[in-house]
């Protein structure tokens, strides 16, 4: 079935292809049936559509007057095309960006409108646009490998390209043929030649910035009917004489050799079957604008290439794993580099969730989400969501446990989101076991990160950037992003001897990915994902189990966090909780020194102070915080000689790019197999206001290990009241109707499948 | 008129003394006549007028539902009344703390709802309380300058008595004239007895904690009839033989010799004519309950006393002051020791707004902050406020600009709230130069916060203490706070020699005041607060004005910092600047210690981590950082050998008691005279979903100090765009009409009054 659905696709795209290559990039459309515009996002029906419904539509009508108001204004400001020489954040950069932005929206109310002023100023900024292009040189800051030429790099030309083909849409027919040509012939073929056979190292790629590159092609070749370009943009380039060592600015590859390129390759490579684009959320979220944009574009101009059931649905599919990788709040995880903060109520998602909506089966809980926008495109696909929305058939979109798998064909690990709910809200664990995901991928195998509602309780650090604050480093990437943010240390996640995982290599680590063991989440009381990775350390082998517990004797759900360690060396393994607020108490004594000195001296380690070491001699270790008026208690297994470290981010941070967050850090040295095995308890609360202390100490008692050989470990958690959870892994075997036997303490443990869990007294 | 007032309230006074003298403690109440219960808070009228409301006024409903809800499971629970044993947060004192507010709660229960189950509950409560109080010793723990019974200081057993006083009132009828006298012989009079005479260091002073004794006692003397304990609530014991030089836990007098005490004189002392509370706000709301309670008990039994116009109406007008000392969240300014995150929305700020509604005239603003708390007191009080809200009276409360004078007699200096609106939020300054604040004031003189909406740009530290949290040092004052929270270093002020203020000594502290010199906010485009202090380092005069400055110029209100000091010696001054968030960039060179070393060895220096030192060379120094999403730019004149620090709270903390926040330090040596001139822009933002830096540069090209004698000092502020802005202040005479001409760089200034504001072009 979906081989012939490919083949079909396949046979479709030899046709384009073949057609094409006919064409002749230096001439102009070869079709001047003008009836057709627009055809590209909005249609001629369409808008007869919107006419039709203007001023019964509450939220659309909303969105059209904030649009209105807002295009309205850069009208009366006046068209400005400053020469390029900014990066970004700074005033050409963001004139630029503010132009494209708005002729997409001007393109749009003058069709939904019919007011020529808005095709007039559309016109004017395109010949504008039309007058510099010719003789503007590539863009003078050069810190890119792609340089742009209104922008420092070619992916923000491609995003001009991709906005600007819309506002031409819009008004082709207002232009005269005479006007279309002379626009055609010095902006926009130029321009797309550009960004393609002038950069091919830019467009040759699979990789969000390529993506972009190839949709802008494709989105003026659409407007144009231009073939030779569509197929470029589908495909690529015929040729392109990468270096297949070459590397771009994040130092990711640019391309492997033979690698598959344009497109349907950025389709069919970063997305997994499941949806996951394997550079993580935040660059998902980026690319699904392009992605999307252009499938509805694909959709409207050809729709005999069924765009939309490509790859089994993938573009659908893919929108609602980008809406479930958020937490409470509706912010993606900061996988890899991402920007905190970024949520569904980006334009990017806005555009997603009414494409997924108009094209994916009207789902009512995507009217959820769209609501919570509070904002819709003002298109065909906006207009039926705020149609479903005032019609009431908006559903809530519940997130579930899931797994995502990563690899274009879902092998290379993955994602495991476990999601329970608690007394007041719901937690959410985050545990990545993916692949390397291209050059924005950190060395962070089996890390995780955690949710009470909307706040991290565990966090991940994300990127060392202020996206687009030009002060700090142009709005790029920080050199702490590679000192730091992707080192392994910086991740909730075994460290051995101080260095990361693949020796924090790139290419080590994009031959490699994690291996997923267990993910069950159909017991809501007992939800678990367990992932390996045999590589990252050569010679070691590390086994992450984490479980989501609800007993009744605790007030919220329990982390289970169990670590198995093999390694045929002897070693150091550092284990960090990155944890938030203040330190309420500890069970261990611990020194803290009179002046800070970092924890070490490279591979991350530079940028910890270490501000107190401690050690327990009970067997446990305790530490208490408060975060978000929240009490939270990690317990974890240790010995004598077990450092516990006190460190917090700062050291080696000369320009003050690094937030000075706190980690704890569970330190075992010299050996070679171990285990990290601890529980986080959420607990109770305090409000300033009422100034009570609500549950304010752990229910553990001790956490103990009982059992532990190369198959299985069992962990006791005994409570304050001296209830006894017991809880057995198996190791080696995850099958579900494998039995189990084994002797703990004298006493024989019987149980089915994977683990066992089980209230003792 | 006031004299007359007064005259006639000490009359009263005499007269109740007069008959008190012959009544004897160890009697009973003398008046058996049980028809007029409950009289103290609820009223029988009272009560009527409730029940024949109920259903009908939505607020109180809501409130009485919750009520009942909260007490039915307390009552399904069962009584538990342990030996006391703990701390605040520990289960006795938490224990302890719950029966007597439910206790309050379920007599008020029984009289609205009529229910019997009500009243059986107090009754078992309190005899639970009688069986074990006559042979309770002393609370274990011995912190406390003022043990108490059942908790570990008296405070806390006061607030028990307060509380249950009145739940005795609302069953006082319900019991036996046998079951009142063993309950009254056995636990109320003895308990009265014991916060009193048995603790006269604790009863005998003007302080929070003996208005809590105070009304403690003069609750249960209403109830009782009792005019022995009641003239001793209200005018102190007669003899106590305190020492002069006895200090109390927070190394604060217990009494000066002769002072006066009592209620009356914790009414006269503590409060300035303005309402302002000397310890700042977080002790008035701590003091509201008890004063007000008190007050409308005496007002309902006592109705000739009219204690509501005491002090020219002091009680009520400090509910307004009190609403006034908050930001935009509702949060009180924590001047002094406070705890961060107390608003308005605490239970004594619901008592509070009820009070001073119902018997303030019914003023419709406090039903707007009634409304925003949701909740009201379920009496007389609670009724007239639900009625009003229900019967759409609330009108806005706006928060004006003010000042707030401190002491008796509104001599001792005191506080200056300036607010104005910006682009988005108000902005509010806090300008502290008040009286010393008892034993919680901190060396602050000249101290300030600001405020963007509910956000602090610039923070005053508050306390180092974690209320009720038992963990951290049994829930009291830290160390910490003595060593860090209340040293100047710790505020927003000049620091001389790295010595505090008054050498950090209470005594002297205690013996002065800064003094107001301007206050003027009549105009809204530049208004001004500025005082000064002449006693906190002998031999030197600091003199603080601040202006906020509306201009075309700038998106939102500039604030001017203005500190000239003089010195007949030659001094180190350091002017700390506590802000929040992420540094964005700087204009100056400055160098990152690899190893981090506390920047002094006392006075809190010990606790600031040293983690940067520059200098400038063109004549401003400029920080921006970003914080909640917006931009702020600190502009400060310096010379090329002051010294610009970086620092961050955290050294010598071997408890992680303190919040490891940064400063921003300028820091001029070797000098005898010289000015801190300062220009604080709040501009632009940035959205993580947008990733929009919108304007994200300072507005100022040059900061200048461009006159300056004894006599006036004027500042010159240009723009990036050269628009020249003007500042000169007279710093001799604030009178209005003076007129006052200098020479500025060859051209006259002439103007009126203590300051000039102009744009020059």
């Keep these: 079935m979906k081989f012939i659905k490919k083949l079909s696709v396949l046979l479709v795209l030899l046709l384009v292809v073949f057609v094409s290559c006919k064409a002749q990039t230096k001439s102009i459309s070869k079709n001047d049936n003008t009836q057709k515009h627009p055809n590209l996002i909005l249609t001629q029906k369409g808008v007869e559509s919107i006419r039709a419904e203007l001023g019964n539509v509450p939220i659309f009508d909303a969105s059209l007057a904030k649009v209105k108001a807002e295009v309205d204004a850069e009208i009366l400001n006046g068209i400005e095309v400053p020469i390029p020489k900014d990066f970004s954040g700074g005033y050409t950069h963001e004139r630029h960006k503010k132009n494209f932005l708005i002729a997409q929206k001007a393109g749009v109310l003058y069709q939904i409108l019919n007011d020529e002023k808005y095709a007039a100023y559309v016109k004017e900024m395109l010949f504008a646009y039309e007058k510099i292009y010719p003789t503007l040189p590539v863009h003078p800051q050069t810190r890119s490998y792609a340089r742009g030429k209104l922008f420092w790099q070619c992916l923000n030309d491609s995003n001009w390209l991709v906005y600007v083909s819309q506002a031409y849409d819009c008004v082709y027919n207002y232009l005269s043929p005479k006007e279309r040509k002379q626009l055609e012939k010095n902006l926009f073929i130029p321009f797309a030649n550009f960004i393609s056979e002038g950069n091919p190292q830019f467009f040759n790629r699979v990789h969000n910035h390529s993506t972009w590159g190839n949709v802008a092609v494709g989105m003026i070749a659409l407007v144009m009917d231009n073939d030779e370009l569509l197929d470029r943009a589908l495909n690529g380039l015929k040729t392109d004489n990468i270096d297949p060592n070459a590397k771009d600015n994040d130092g990711g590859f640019i391309k492997k050799a033979g690698q598959k390129v344009g497109f349907l390759a950025n389709l069919d490579e970063p997305f997994s079957p499941d949806g996951y684009y394997t550079e993580g959320p935040y660059y998902q979220r980026y690319a699904m604008y392009p992605f999307l944009v252009f499938a509805e574009a694909l959709h409207n101009v050809k729709p005999e290439m069924k765009i939309f059931e490509y790859k089994d649905g993938v573009l659908l599919k893919a929108i609602n794993t980008l809406l479930n990788l958020t937490d409470a709040d509706g912010e993606f995880f900061?996988?890899?580099?991402?920007?905190?903060?970024?949520?569904?109520?980006?334009?990017?998602?806005?555009?997603?969730?009414?494409?997924?909506?108009?094209?994916?089966?009207?789902?009512?809980?995507?009217?959820?989400?769209?609501?919570?926008?509070?904002?819709?495109?003002?298109?065909?696909?906006?207009?039926?969501?705020?149609?479903?929305?005032?019609?009431?058939?908006?559903?809530?979109?519940?997130?579930?446990?899931?797994?995502?798998?990563?690899?274009?064909?879902?092998?290379?690990?993955?994602?495991?989101i476990l999601r329970v709910n608690g007394a007041k809200d719901e937690f959410t664990l985050v545990s990545k076991y993916s692949a390397q995901g291209l050059s924005h991928g950190h060395y962070d195998k089996?890390?995780?990160?955690?949710?009470?509602?909307?706040?991290?309780?565990?966090?991940?650090?994300?990127?060392?950037?202020?996206?687009?604050?030009?002060?700090?480093?142009?709005?790029?990437?920080?050199?702490?992003?590679?000192?730091?943010?992707?080192?392994?240390?910086?991740?909730?996640?075994?460290?051995?001897?101080?260095?990361?995982?693949?020796?924090?290599?790139?290419?080590?680590?994009?031959?490699?990915?994690?291996?997923?063991?267990?993910?069950?989440?159909?017991?809501?009381?007992?939800q678990v994902v367990s992932a390996k990775e045999s590589n990252a350390y050569p010679g070691t082998e590390m086994h992450r189990t984490q479980f989501l517990l609800k007993d009744k004797d605790f007030e919220n759900?329990?982390?289970?966090?169990?670590?198995?360690?093999?390694?045929?060396?002897?070693?150091?393994?550092?284990?960090?909780?990155?944890?938030?607020?203040?330190?309420?108490?500890?069970?261990?004594?611990?020194?803290?020194?009179?002046?800070?000195?970092?924890?070490?001296?490279?591979?991350?380690?530079?940028?910890?102070?270490?501000?107190?070491?401690?050690?327990?001699?009970?067997?446990?270790a305790k530490l208490s915080w408060l975060s978000n008026e929240r009490f939270y208690t990690l317990t974890t297994v240790v010995n004598d000689k077990d450092d516990l470290i006190f460190a917090r981010i700062g050291a080696n941070d000369p320009d003050f790019n690094l937030r000075p967050e706190p980690a704890f850090i569970v330190r075992k040295k010299d050996i070679g197999n171990t285990q990290f095995v601890s529980v986080l308890e959420s607990h109770g609360n305090y409000s300033p206001v009422t100034e009570n202390a609500i549950n304010a100490f752990s229910t553990i008692k001790k956490l103990e290990v009982v059992f532990s050989d190369e198959n299985y470990i069992a962990i006791s958690v005994e409570t304050i009241d001296g209830n006894l959870k017991l809880i057995v892994v198996s190791l080696k075997d995850s099958a579900k109707d494998k039995k189990h036997s084994i002797i703990i303490k004298d006493k024989a443990v019987e149980w089915t499948g994977a683990y066992h869990f089980n209230n003792l007294k």
């Design 334 to 416: 900061p996988l890899n580099d991402g920007q905190k903060g970024m949520s569904y109520y980006s334009r990017e998602l806005v555009s997603s969730v009414d494409i997924g909506y108009h094209y994916g089966g009207n789902q009512p809980e995507l009217l959820a989400i769209a609501k919570d926008q509070g904002d819709v495109l003002l298109d065909d696909t906006g207009l039926s969501v705020a149609i479903g929305i005032r019609d009431g058939l908006a559903k809530p979109f519940v997130k579930k446990s899931l797994q995502l798998r990563d690899g274009a064909d879902g092998t290379q690990g993955g994602v495991g």
């Design 446 to 526: 089996l890390s995780f990160s955690y949710y009470e509602g909307g706040n991290e309780v565990l966090q991940d650090y994300g990127l060392a950037r202020y996206v687009n604050i030009q002060q700090k480093g142009g709005g790029n990437y920080l050199r702490e992003n590679t000192t730091w943010a992707k080192q392994s240390i910086a991740h909730n996640t075994v460290v051995q001897n101080e260095t990361s995982h693949f020796d924090g290599d790139f290419e080590t680590g994009s031959l490699n990915h994690s291996v997923n063991y267990l993910f069950d989440a159909s017991n809501l009381d007992a």
């Design 557 to 620: 759900p329990l982390l289970l966090d169990i670590v198995n360690v093999t390694s045929s060396n002897v070693n150091q393994y550092d284990l960090p909780f990155y944890y938030f607020g203040q330190i309420i108490s500890s069970n261990f004594k611990y020194n803290t020194p009179k002046v800070l000195s970092p924890l070490g001296s490279k591979n991350g380690y530079q940028h910890l102070w270490n501000e107190g070491v401690g050690n327990s001699t009970s067997g446990n």
